[in-house]
């Protein structure tokens, strides 16, 4: 009804303010799921970057098969003639190093260990920052102090030299391990932002709703608060992914990470190290480490801000802004 | 100016001495192919508090934008907006260089958004947005200020608090006061308020409303209250217009418009209106939607809605017809309108003051 | 808003407590322990066994012997006093190496993050004012490409390209060998050429993001009403674009700028290591390679000082710049 108090004209037409307080958990649910699940799968898809994200990310994922099943040769040394140029034979189509290993079989058989150790890193790293996020905003108190006083000690230990220390201490091998070391502290800052959002998502009706009838915490948190969470959460997943491929492979090339792992920056140290810095002839042997993770870094940033434009209310608003005057007679109408 | 006063005269809505003219005026998007705003044609009578009525989404907004040519980028006006700033003088709005546009914003028409926490610099104090406006027009800041303060003072506010203050340390009240106070700083002539109050609970709407009175008084200015509220206009207003899907469909006096209203969907919304006396059952929702700007229906575009849409409705794009001295309407069949879509409120609002009390 | 500032305060002295406190208890699990090599070194300089642990003391002040909660309050007092110890592998005191690593340091990562900010902002802001245009489209797509590249690769093109191929800068080194420190023009230039590179590929990296960030926030502040009412209030162009855009789009770039500082101080590592360019990150590295744990942790305890005191300001101020802000809103719940 036009007449209603709440229904001026600025009502935001996202579904993250549109929920009202008076339809069933159902009905909510099922909503949820168009809402949160299937629409951004459409509207993400329909952005060129995710597309061309998931695709680059498509190729490493094969290149990580080939690794698992063994369908490409395993890089070892003298298997093939020293430092042969790049696409100059159809058996080392990348070319060689200087002790002779294949460059292409060094890059895919570094891959499975390197998506490994980006999939753990950044699922401690968001998984814990939902933890601490969502108690500390939703609880409050104490807990939130508490919480709150962690994150900002851990948040002030610069991340590259505590992770140098600590691989130093514990010298992992394991790729989960050392993923999940390289974001030791990237949940710190992500989880604070999460605990701002979680205390407006509190105040909406609906949570408040729950509350009054009586639903535990837990509850609340698992049926109401995270799935809220998850457009934030997810981009994010992929920002922590961007920040394993960097710093890992900037570490194994510092040599601080164990050389016994596969990794495209243990290459690029090799390379480095030998001498592919004084001659041209040697300069794919630094290139195509490099371009294996600046395709793989770049992967994840346009899938990133693909789904930052599907979550991101501003980015989308401004998107619809062109046929703002259609959405403001829809949203008119949803009132009947 | 003879053009002027046949059009005038044809269209019958009783205006003698308007300060504003709108003529012809549409608002199109994407090339023409989306109307927001279809070709409206009415006057605002000089030192009147004109109500235009509309749900959201019926081009409300787009009608406020366009009395200051300040149509958001992309969309095009076309038409006459005529100000006379005097009875004798005439000027085009839409003529106007960049720097006379300038000038006349603000200065002669001036205009309060909806939603005042938004309209707002959040960095800057309060004051500073008045300095700013008033340097922009070569104003002196002193005095400026001087003349700031008794409007705030006018309207129950602290001066020296609001001014001293951030936006976001005033209640919603206090800054759409001091957004109203903002607007009267060049002291315009015609003062535009897109939903003032919506923003506001009732008990603050109720007392800007009141404070509005005594300001037009006071401050001499022609005010357009633009709302989705009727009854919430009708208790201020000297006449009003009502626009359904970004036309205009009807425009009067108050008391005829809400006693005698003619055309369809006026009824309509009146009897959709919520009203603590009228049990819930009388409440009549408004069936069908508005049309979305792309496809206006040829025709009347309430014909869907219309319980009294014929095949004529639907061909034609019914003219204003004049129902009494300054009443005009826009359908067919409004002689019929009346016995075919009964008021519920119907006594109550036989008393055409009475309307006003309706949202307590 | 007093008891804000002093809580503030509290909390930056309990960070550097906290971390002081980690990583004595780190370098109590690092292999071999933190006194076997010192032990074996000075065995091997043919220090008598008797005085092995009395020495030991005296360049770590820690008593190998005594029992761990002594160790530990020794160790932390002597932190308290800048006291890290003496370097094994340097054999000179660890604060000293550090004094005269962190002016390089903190120049290389001062500059290069006042370099991103000052491009990404302007390039961001045009971006936003043109958006749609081909330069928008363009400066897109050359930001997410930046963002896709490590610093460290383009630092090791750099070097590859500018340093060894081409030899128009130096491949390592804060200054040349005869230069003698002192505001002399040959000092300055020296400096000024050694550092350009590891600027440069600090910088050009990070660009892009900041670029895309402001771009964001502009085109959200451009869709306010606020912008709308301002220029219907007849201000000019300039004024809404600094006062009104400028301001609000920035804003929220600041606390970011602080997070961002503390990842490029920690990155110091690897950029520093590969231009060989003795600032913190470059000792810290080279401490890790032979061992020389007091020298490590003198400068990883450095960098985190540098980062907490950088937050700790940027707190502060950051309700100065936004009113919004200057209750501390962290404890608003």
């Known amino acids: ?336 | 100016m003879t053009t002027t006063s046949d059009r005038l005269h044809r269209a019958g809505d009783g205006v003698s001495d308007p300060i504003l003219e709108v003529k012809n005026a549409s608002v199109t998007y994407d090339d023409g192919d989306t109307y927001v705003l279809d070709d409206v044609t009415f006057s605002i009578e000089r030192n009147e508090i004109l109500g235009v009525v509309g749900e959201s989404g019926s081009g409300k907004s787009m009608l406020a934008s366009a009395l200051l040519d300040a149509i958001p980028a992309p969309g095009h006006l076309s038409g006459e907006v005529l100000y006379h700033p005097d009875p004798d003088t005439t000027v085009d709005v839409l003529e106007f260089s960049d720097a006379e546009l300038n000038e006349f914003r603000w200065a002669e028409v001036s205009m309060v958004f909806q939603g005042a926490m938004s309209s707002f610099n959040p960095t800057m104090k309060v004051g500073a947005h008045f300095e700013d406006t008033l340097k922009a027009h070569d104003r002196s800041v002193p005095e400026g200020l001087e003349f700031a303060r008794e409007i705030l003072s006018d309207l129950y506010l602290d001066p020296d608090r609001v001014l001293d203050s951030y936006p976001h340390e005033l209640s919603g009240g206090m800054q759409q006061r001091a957004l109203i106070a903002l607007s009267l700083l060049l002291e315009p002539e015609v003062l535009v308020m897109d939903e003032p109050t919506a923003a506001l609970d009732l008990l603050m709407q109720r007392s800007i409303l009141l404070l509005l009175e005594d300001i037009k008084e006071k401050y001499d200015v022609t005010m357009v209250f633009i709302t989705h509220d009727l009854p919430l206009v009708a208790s201020l207003a000297d006449r009003m217009a009502v626009m359904y899907a970004f036309e205009l469909v009807e425009a009067g006096p108050r008391d005829q418009l809400i006693n005698d209203s003619s055309h369809p969907y006026t009824r309509a919304l009146l009897n959709s209106t919520p009203n603590i006396d009228a049990p819930l059952e009388d409440m009549r929702p408004i069936p069908g939607k508005s049309p979305a700007p792309v496809n206006v229906p040829a025709g009347c575009s309430y014909a869907d809605r219309c319980p009294l849409a014929t095949e004529t409705c639907r061909e034609s794009d019914p003219a204003f017809e004049p129902v009494e001295a300054g009443h005009t309407v826009a359908c067919h069949h409004w002689e019929r309108a009346a016995e075919a879509i009964e008021l519920t409120f119907g006594e109550a609002a036989a008393v055409g003051g009475d309307a006003e009390g309706d949202p307590q | 808003m007093g008891h804000y500032y002093l809580r503030r305060t509290a909390r930056a002295f309990v960070t550097v407590f906290l971390v002081t406190s980690l990583s004595f208890g780190l370098i109590r699990l690092l292999p071999g322990g933190p006194f076997t090599l010192l032990r074996a070194n000075l065995l091997r300089q043919g220090v008598p066994a008797s005085e092995v642990d009395a020495r030991i003391a005296s360049l770590q002040n820690i008593q190998p012997d005594a029992p761990l909660w002594r160790q530990y309050l020794d160790y932390m007092g002597a932190a308290a006093q800048g006291d890290f110890g003496t370097s094994i592998s340097l054999d000179e005191p660890v604060a000293q190496i550090i004094a005269e690593a962190v002016p390089w340091t903190v120049f290389i990562v001062l500059v290069s993050t006042v370099l991103i900010f000052v491009f990404g902002i302007l390039l961001g802001a045009i971006q936003a004012y043109w958006e749609g245009s081909r330069f928008d489209q363009l400066v897109s797509g050359a930001s997410i490409t930046l963002m896709s590249v490590p610093f460290y690769v383009v630092a090791v093109l750099a070097l590859f390209v500018f340093a060894y191929q081409f030899g128009w800068f130096p491949t390592a080194g804060t200054v040349g060998p005869t230069v003698e420190p002192g505001l002399t023009m040959e000092f300055v230039t020296s400096a000024l050429n050694h550092a350009a590179l590891p600027i440069f590929s600090y910088t050009i990296t990070g660009i892009g993001g900041q670029a895309l960030a402001m771009r964001g926030n502009s085109i959200q502040v451009l869709g306010n009403d606020y912008v709308e009412v301002a220029r219907l209030r007849g201000l000019s162009d300039r004024r809404i674009a600094t006062r009104y855009v400028a301001r609000n789009a920035i804003l929220p770039l600041y606390t970011g700028f602080l997070l961002l500082l503390g990842f490029r101080l920690g990155g110091t590592v690897i950029l520093e290591q590969i231009f060989s360019y003795p600032g913190l990150g470059y000792y810290m590295w080279s401490a890790l390679e032979s061992n020389d744990y007091p020298l490590m942790m003198g400068t990883f305890l450095v960098i985190t000082v540098a980062l907490v005191i950088g937050v700790y300001i940027a707190d502060l101020t950051y309700g100065l710049i936004d009113p919004r802000i200057s209750r501390g809103e962290t404890d608003a719940y």
């Open chain 1, 1 to 336: 009804m036009p007449t209603e108090a709440e229904d001026s004209e600025p009502v935001s037409w996202q579904s993250d303010s549109g929920v009202s307080a008076d339809v069933t958990r159902g009905e909510r649910l099922s909503e949820l799921f168009e809402e949160r699940v299937r629409k951004p799968a459409i509207v993400a898809w329909a952005d060129r970057r995710t597309r061309v994200g998931l695709s680059i990310l498509a190729v490493y994922v094969g290149m990580a098969i080939v690794a698992v099943f063994d369908l490409y040769r395993a890089p070892s040394t003298n298997q093939a003639p020293q430092l042969v140029g790049p696409f100059e034979s159809w058996s080392h189509p990348l070319g060689t190093t200087m002790s002779g290993v294949d460059l292409l079989s060094l890059i895919i058989h570094s891959t499975p260990d390197i998506l490994l150790m980006i999939i753990a890193g950044s699922v401690w790293a968001t998984g814990v920052a939902v933890v601490v996020g969502t108690l500390a905003g939703y609880k409050g108190g104490a807990t939130d102090r508490v919480l709150m006083s962690i994150s900002d000690v851990v948040m002030a230990i610069p991340g590259l030299p505590l992770v140098i220390i600590l691989a130093v201490t514990f010298n992992p091998q394991n790729p989960i391990v050392l993923g999940i070391l390289i974001n030791i502290n990237y949940w710190a800052g992500l989880g604070r932002s999460l605990r701002s959002q979680v205390l407006t998502i509190r105040e909406d009706s609906y949570v408040e709703a729950s509350r009054t009838m009586g639903v535990g915490t837990p509850r609340i948190i698992l049926k109401d608060i995270v799935p809220n969470l998850m457009p934030y959460v997810t981009v994010n997943f992929v920002f922590a992914a961007r920040y394993v491929v960097f710093a890992s492979i900037g570490l194994f090339f510092l040599g601080v990470l164990p050389y016994s792992v596969q990794n495209w920056g243990v290459t690029l140290n090799y390379a480095y190290n030998g001498g592919a810095l004084f001659t041209w002839e040697a300069a794919h042997w630094l290139l195509f480490p490099m371009i294996a993770i600046m395709g793989l870094s770049l992967a994840l940033i346009l899938l990133g801000q693909g789904m930052d434009r599907v979550f991101n209310p501003r980015v989308r608003t401004r998107l619809a802004e062109s046929s703002e005057s259609t959405r403001e007679t829809d949203d008119a109408t949803e009132g009947y």
